[in-house]
C-alpha cells in the first residue's frame, strides 16, 4: 500500500526536534524523500539517520534559514540528491518575547529574520522547481499568535500574522499553477522549546499545569498530532484547500474564558 506523500520530495526546515522532527519523520513514513534543513548539523544528521535505518529515504543540510544564499544552495543540494522539491514545510521559528518598548533592534532583527524572512526565502527557493512541475505544496508553521495577542510576547505574534499574510497571498498567486499553500497554527505544543519556556518560571511543574489548564482539552498538544494536520495539507487528501490556515490548538483560540 502507497503512502500518501509517495514519491514526494519534501523539505521540513527545523526537523532536529519539536514539530519540525515530528512531520519529517511522518513524511517519511509515508514514503516521501526528506530533506532535513535543521541549524544543528547534530541533531539533524541523527534525525535523517534514524528515518534511513528505519527504511525510510532521508538526508540532512545544516542551514540558518534566514541566509538568503544557504537557503538557494540548500535547495540546490535538495534537489541534486532528491530530486525537485514538492512539498515545503516552514517550520523552523525562534521564540523572541517582551514589553514593545524593551525589544531592542537586534530582538527584532533576530525575530523577523527566523520567523518571516525564512519562511520567504524558502518559499522563493522551491516555487521555480514547483512551477516547473506543475504542482506542490507549502505547509508554513504559524501559531495562535498569528490571531491571538498574549501581552509581553511581542514581536513574536507580529512575525506570526504576517506569516499568514504571507500563506494567503503566495496561495492565491499561485493556486492556478497547481501550488497550494496553507499554515498550521498549533497552540502550546509539548516541545524543547516550551520546556524552556516553562524553565524559566520558579515552579516549571505549576507553570505547564497552568498552561495544560488554558486549553479545553486540558493538556498539551503533541508535535505528532501537528505532523498529522502536516501531512493532510501536504497531501492530495486536500487538494482543494489552499490560503487556510488550520488551528490545531485544543480548542484555545476559540475560547474567551473559563466559567466563573
Same mark, same amino acid.
Given at each position: 500500500?502507497?503512502?500518501?506523500?509517495?514519491?514526494?520530495?519534501?523539505?521540513?526546515?527545523?526537523?532536529?526536534?519539536?514539530?519540525?522532527?515530528?512531520?519529517?519523520?511522518?513524511?517519511?513514513?509515508?514514503?516521501?524523500?526528506?530533506?532535513?534543513?535543521?541549524?544543528?548539523?547534530?541533531?539533524?544528521?541523527?534525525?535523517?539517520?534514524?528515518?534511513?535505518?528505519?527504511?525510510?529515504?532521508?538526508?540532512?543540510?545544516?542551514?540558518?534559514?534566514?541566509?538568503?544564499?544557504?537557503?538557494?544552495?540548500?535547495?540546490?543540494?535538495?534537489?541534486?540528491?532528491?530530486?525537485?522539491?514538492?512539498?515545503?514545510?516552514?517550520?523552523?521559528?525562534?521564540?523572541?518575547?517582551?514589553?514593545?518598548?524593551?525589544?531592542?533592534?537586534?530582538?527584532?532583527?533576530?525575530?523577523?529574520?527566523?520567523? !518571516?524572512?525564512?519562511?520567504?526565502?524558502?518559499?522563493?527557493?522551491?516555487?521555480?522547481?514547483?512551477?516547473?512541475?506543475?504542482?506542490?505544496?507549502?505547509?508554513?508553521?504559524?501559531?495562535?499568535?498569528?490571531?491571538?495577542?498574549?501581552?509581553?510576547?511581542?514581536?513574536?505574534?507580529?512575525?506570526?500574522?504576517?506569516?499568514?499574510?504571507?500563506?494567503?497571498?503566495?496561495?492565491?498567486?499561485?493556486?492556478?499553477?497547481?501550488?497550494?499553500?496553507?499554515?498550521?497554527?498549533?497552540?502550546?505544543?509539548?516541545?524543547?522549546?516550551?520546556?524552556?519556556?516553562?524553565?524559566?518560571?520558579?515552579?516549571?511543574?505549576?507553570?505547564?499545569?497552568?498552561?495544560?489548564?488554558?486549553?479545553?482539552?486540558?493538556? !498539551?498538544?503533541?508535535?505528532?498530532?501537528?505532523?498529522?494536520?502536516? !501531512?493532510?495539507?501536504?497531501?492530495?487528501?486536500?487538494?482543494?484547500?489552499?490560503?487556510?490556515?488550520?488551528?490545531?490548538?485544543?480548542?484555545?483560540?476559540? !475560547?474567551?474564558?473559563?466559567?466563573?
Amino acid at each position: 500500500m502507497e503512502g500518501k506523500l509517495e514519491n514526494a520530495v519534501a523539505v521540513v526546515t527545523g526537523a532536529g526536534q519539536g514539530i519540525g522532527e515530528a512531520i519529517a519523520r511522518r513524511f517519511a513514513l509515508e514514503g516521501a524523500k526528506v530533506a532535513i534543513a535543521e541549524i544543528n548539523p547534530e541533531t539533524g544528521k541523527s534525525i535523517a539517520k534514524s528515518i534511513n535505518d528505519s527504511g525510510g529515504t532521508a538526508i540532512s543540510i545544516p542551514i540558518d534559514v534566514s541566509d538568503s544564499q544557504a537557503v538557494d544552495a540548500m535547495v540546490d543540494k535538495v534537489v541534486d540528491k532528491l530530486g525537485k522539491p514538492t512539498v515545503l514545510v516552514n517550520n523552523a521559528g525562534i521564540a523572541v518575547f517582551g514589553p514593545p518598548l524593551e525589544i531592542t533592534d537586534e530582538d527584532w532583527q533576530k525575530c523577523f529574520s527566523v520567523d !518571516l524572512d525564512a519562511v520567504w526565502y524558502c518559499s522563493r527557493a522551491v516555487l521555480p522547481h514547483m512551477l516547473e512541475s506543475g504542482h506542490g505544496s507549502i505547509v508554513n508553521i504559524a501559531s495562535v499568535h498569528s490571531f491571538q495577542i498574549i501581552p509581553h510576547t511581542f514581536p513574536y505574534p507580529v512575525a506570526k500574522h504576517a506569516v499568514v499574510g504571507m500563506t494567503r497571498a503566495l496561495a492565491i498567486e499561485y493556486a492556478a499553477k497547481g501550488i497550494r499553500v496553507n499554515a498550521i497554527c498549533p497552540a502550546y505544543i509539548l516541545t524543547p522549546i516550551n520546556e524552556w519556556y516553562f524553565n524559566k518560571f520558579p515552579d516549571p511543574a505549576a507553570k505547564k499545569k497552568e498552561t495544560e489548564q488554558l486549553h479545553p482539552v486540558r493538556r !498539551l498538544g503533541r508535535p505528532d498530532e501537528v505532523a498529522n494536520a502536516a !501531512l493532510f495539507l501536504a497531501s492530495d487528501e486536500a487538494s482543494f484547500i489552499t490560503g487556510e490556515s488550520m488551528m490545531v490548538d485544543g480548542g484555545i483560540s476559540i !475560547l474567551i474564558h473559563d466559567e466563573a
